[in-house]
């Protein structure tokens, strides 16, 4: 094995070895921290932003990036939270509905009127956030407790969160997608180069329709659930989620210029904030230090700074991240 | 001159086919015949149109005029997926692939193998392997193509295109990152392409190359076809001179505004180069040039006259060869060594890597300067302006005046900016690659005379051009390169045309240097 290889093993799975090493460190501090509840409530309020990072994995593959996310999350929410009265079905279909809408939009813009995705999905988002502020009354919107709406987000599966048991199943669907579907490799390809992708042949830009679209469906899904799980649409939710989706899939050893990445990391990479996260809270609760929301944000921000000029210092040797896999 | 092979047994007919970029003709009256199974060459100076031709037909350009047929049907594409559906693949210059992806996925994307809807990986591994094995290339095809070096990522450019079982296999330059070894194993796959029927379009600069190879040829000039004709009806003088657009029999008066030189202005040895060498680009080159002269590197395209150029101005590194200036051994590591030492690289690409549009005149005239002007990181505006007011004046800049951006000036005039700015930095040699490309008639004439007062003025020049009239007549001395190699050494003026086109065709010149 050569030390490029080695570099890019350990910039794909340093992740979870990072993981691995803060659910030791929380185990050993904290009494509670590997308890059921514990670990069950982790797992369902991240799910939401495991659900959002997925997509936005995938547009960053390709060298783009959207940050619609978080609004088309919120307007989800709403649509999902008006329609829930007439039961799971509605609920889910306004809401995914919704994140297809905009998804759509960011495509096109991107696609047809050849927009910076940057631009594109930052007006996306500020339309997006708008609509949902407009739909809801500019309130929170409650949503029916009758029609068994909330069991997406509160209900279990066996012991599961019933909200974990879909990430999970959306992140097994997209590393199939990635690993042995040309649509996947072709998403690969199109980040590492996409003049190059086109001159082979490839159909870049059916493939940057559907990521983008791909991208608001799983956000309108995020939606369903915080609408589903909080008990309302909520108009104002999902600020800054993009840049926590952002986070996870650059953590999770995803190049941020696109080419190279892994969905499951991405995964270990969204637990991996959700349990920092979850892990300020318990050390606030010992007692020996207060750290205030602000706080955590900070940290989070130091945190991440570490992860990317790590990034940066493992792939300045080479000017590219090494994969490790070309598939199995 | 074009002759016209049987139409109905034509694999390929390309006919009049016009297009024009921003108003710009880049492509007028082109055409291109290929019968099946025959290698045919396709070449022309830079700016000929070759690269645009092939662009149009695998469908990356769309035509402006002019029809095309393939297998005798029109042949309407609209990208280069679907040329490549359709039978016509194509390696580009620059290897087109993408290096983070692994070298199974860079020759099997677009075609893969797939059991019960999902991809094969083993399969399109042994696929890969095979594939490559043509080329008698073993390597971990499952490590991401960036692995490897250039050559082999070639290979890898190659395997793609015949792995989609094509009619029509366009190699643009496909030999220009190869050693001879790995030449011949190409050429021994292009021979077997061919054995099976394949057509392929072979561009190359190495005229060698396309006897050893080639069945046919096609030349192209500024966006026309000027001839075509079987490789062994034509020498290889008479390709070079069409190529360039030069009547071996006539040579015509003067065609540039460089008129005779005082020849006793020009002093003693400036810079001299002992036997430059950096990888297949620059191989063994010797030159010189003295205080008030304007040396020029003569060639074709892919001599390495630009590389050449880059080594002495430190932009790439030196593997061999020794260099003085002004006597004194010199070992540029950057380019900010060789302006230390007193030299100016006007490039061949004023745009990607000369002025910047957006900024003004006077900017971009002081930007090097900048450091020299300002005090405590406070620039003089004073000395700035005067600096830029005689520049403005000196080289006859036509703009609005100093804060006019140099996005709307022409041609020649930002040319002039640029000059402008390495002429205030003093210097002692000036090395202007390509110095009137792109520009109008008139305005070449005011560069190529003040090119001629800057030596005058006493200043070393090194001018490289493809136009033959601005070496034949503005260089005092000039140095023919082929293939990386410095063949001739010719004093300028009383040179005979037919001796440099010798030179750059043939590698020795039937006249040695005059000297």
Known sequence: MNSARLIGIVGTYGVVVALAALVLFGFLRYERFLGFFNVMSVLRYNSMFALVALGMCFVIMTGGIDLSVGSVAALGSVASALASPHGIAAGVAAGVGAGLAAGLINALLVTRANLMPFIATLATMLAASGSALLLAGNQSVSVSYDSGFTAIGQGNFWIFPIPAVIALVAYVVGSVVLNYTSTGRTVLAIGGGEDASRLMGLRTDRIKFLVYVASGCLAGLAGVVLASQFGAGQPIEGVGWELSAIAAVVVGGTLLTGGSGSVMTTLAGVLLLGILFNILNFENGLGWISLSAYWQSVIRGLFLLVVVLLQARLTGRRGSWPATTSGP | ?515
């Open chain 2, 1 to 515: 001159m074009i002759t016209q092979p049987d139409q109905a047994a034509l694999l390929l007919d390309m006919r009049d086919i016009q297009k024009r970029f921003a108003g710009i003709p880049a492509l007028a009256g082109a055409s291109l015949q290929v019968l099946p199974g025959e290698v045919h060459a396709l070449i022309g100076q830079n700016g000929g149109g070759k690269s645009t031709l092939i662009k149009v037909l695998t469908g990356y350009h769309r035509r402006d005029g002019g029809q095309v047929l393939f297998e005798q049907r029109p042949f309407e594409v609209g990208s280069p997926h679907e040329a490549q559906v359709s039978g016509i693949s194509t390696i580009y210059q620059e290897i087109n692939l993408v290096p983070l992806r692994s070298v199974t996925e860079n020759i099997c994307l677009g075609r893969e193998k797939r059991r019960r809807g999902l991809l094969d990986w083993s399969a399109m591994h042994a696929e890969a392997e095979r594939l490559l094995s043509r080329f008698s290339i073993r390597i971990d095809v499952r490590r991401p193509l960036g692995d490897f070096n250039t050559a082999t990522q070639q290979m890898v450019a190659i395997a793609r295109a015949i792995g989609f079982s094509a009619r029509l296999v366009i190699m643009d330059e496909p030999t220009s990152s190869l050693d001879e070894r790995e030449v011949s194993v190409l050429f021994s796959v292009v021979r077997q392409l061919k054995a099976e029927g394949v057509s392929v379009l072979f561009v190359s600069h190495k005229l060698d190359e396309l006897y050893e190879v080639c069945d046919r040829v096609t030349i192209m000039r500024d966006g026309h076809t000027v001839r075509s004709a079987a490789m062994s009806d034509i020498g290889k003088l008479e390709l070079v001179a069409a190529m360039l657009g030069r009547d071996v029999a006539v040579v015509d008066g003067h065609a540039t505004a460089f008129g005779a030189r005082d020849r006793s202005r020009i002093g003693d040895v400036l810079f001299t180069a002992q036997g430059l060498s950096a990888g297949q680009s620059v191989r063994n080159v010797t030159f010189d040039v003295r205080r008030g002269e304007i040396a020029s590197f003569a060639g074709l395209l892919g001599a390495g006259r630009t590389e050449t150029a880059r080594l002495v101005f430190g932009a790439d590194r030196l593997k061999a060869g020794e260099m003085t200036m002004e006597r004194a051994s010199y070992h540029p590591e950057r380019a900010a060594d060789a302006i230390a030492a007193g030299m100016g690289f006007c490039t061949e690409d004023r745009k990607a890597e000369g002025i910047v549009p957006e900024m003004t005149v006077a900017e971009n005239i002081t930007l090097a300067l900048l450091p020299k002007i300002s005090r405590n990181g406070i620039l003089n505006e004073d000395r700035q302006r005067e600096i830029v007011a005689r520049f403005i004046r000196d080289l006859g800049i036509k703009c609005s005046g100093p804060n006019q951006k140099v996005r709307e000036l022409s041609g020649g005039n930002q040319q002039k900016v640029l000059l402008a700015r390495w002429l205030a930095m003093n210097p002692k040699l000036l090395i202007l690659d390509e110095p009137t490309r792109g520009i109008d008639v008139g305005a070449k004439g005011e560069i190529q005379r003040l090119i001629l007062k800057l030596a005058d003025d006493g200043l070393g020049v090194l001018m490289i051009s493809s136009e033959i009239e601005e070496v034949m007549e503005g260089a005092d001395r000039i140095f023919v390169l082929r293939e990386g190699v410095s063949v001739a050494e010719l004093e300028g003026q009383a040179a005979n045309v037919e001796d440099v086109l010798a030179a750059m065709a043939h590698g020795g010149s039937p006249v040695e240097a005059a000297a």
